[in-house]
């Protein structure tokens, strides 16, 4: 912010040395810059301390978590943010969001919450083509690759120390998904292995029976889907 007083003072000090190699008085030169700089020897002096003296410079370290997350272990407990994913009970398995009270699941490389496990829609509660499609996704166990038995298997497995697990709402994932693209240094420190894909919601269409709102994570906008569409979960509860 002091750019134009620098360069001015830089200035002057490269004058000073040619004036004094030529051995033609000081005065006599900062006398021909008075009626132009106008600078009195105290505040000269101020200038040349602020030219000199170290910038303050930014302490280095990660985005503040601003999206208020917190790690949840397996057992439900809360968690440092330097606890790492795993299977035992105090790894850490979910992420709850303190500003809507949600906590979702954490996906991983491998088994039941595999990142790139996919799932058709499935509601066996429902009638005709609003039931949608059984088991029609990829997952880690045949025949339980649908919304419906993805739910079922999360909270048999009591996961973070629930049973209470359900499929998002359409305004719930959007919302989540903006808060990736809004800060996405915070989302991927606690939300990792996170595909690039449709997830569905738990909201069906109202207009098709035969579809579903998902949200896509990229734009966190929701969509239109055929149910026999194979898309990802992200799995969520409402924290007590």
């Known amino acids: 912010m002091l750019q134009g007083p620098m360069v001015g003072i830089c200035r002057v000090m490269k004058q000073l040395v040619v004036d004094m190699s030529s051995r033609v008085p000081v005065d006599q030169e900062m006398s021909k810059l008075r009626p132009t700089m106008s600078i009195r020897p105290v505040a000269f002096s101020m200038l040349l301390l602020l030219a000199f003296s170290p910038l303050p410079t930014l302490a280095a370290g990660p985005e503040m978590n601003a999206l208020k997350l917190v790690k949840i272990a397996n057992d439900g407990t809360e968690l440092p943010e330097t606890v790492a994913l795993g299977t035992k009970e105090k790894d850490w398995a979910c992420t709850l969001d303190r500003t809507t009270g949600l ?28 039931v949608g499609s059984p088991s029609g996704g990829f997952c880690a166990t045949d025949g339980r690759c649908d919304t419906e038995k993805y739910i079922a298997d999360v909270n048999s497995s009591r996961l973070c120390g629930a049973s209470d697990w359900r499929m998002p709402q359409t305004k719930e994932l959007e919302a989540h998904f903006a808060s990736r693209i809004a800060s996405p240094i915070v989302y991927t420190s606690f939300f990792p292995n996170t595909s690039s894909t449709y997830y569905w919601t738990g909201t069906p269409g109202a207009y098709y029976s035969f579809s579903a709102w998902a949200v896509y994570i990229s734009d966190a906008q929701s969509y239109y889907i055929h149910r026999t569409g194979s898309n990802g979960i992200r799995a969520v509860r409402t924290s007590k």
């Open 103 to 130: 906590i979702w699941e954490v996906k991983t490389t491998s088994g039941l919450r595999n990142q790139n496990n996919s799932y058709t829609w499935y509601n066996s509660a429902a009638s005709g083509r609003a």
